[in-house]
């Protein structure tokens, strides 16, 4: 896959996850985030078990359909300083700038 196309190629699923999310969530930005943290999550011990195991991964594509869940995640945007969300904003960056995540 290259880093600079914007959609890559779709190759098949190899984890799908179907999670209701327990928190009460208010803003659909908030919600999405919510769900890329647990996509985020799931997809982390797949990634450690291939490096493992020597099959080098690429970043691993993410899709998103809320443009302010990706504004965050990606860093142009700034988040509001909410104490329950703050450490997952940040979470979810760090993992995006160490280019194990590529979020689209």
Sequence with gaps: ???????????RAILTIAQIVKAMISSAAKAKLGALYINYRGAILARQLLEEMDHKQPPTPMETDNTTALGVTTNPIN???TKAMDMLFHWLRCWESQKQFRTY
């Design 1 to 11: 896959m290259d880093s600079d196309t914007t959609y890559p190629n779709n190759n």
């Design 79 to 81: 988040p509001p300083k």
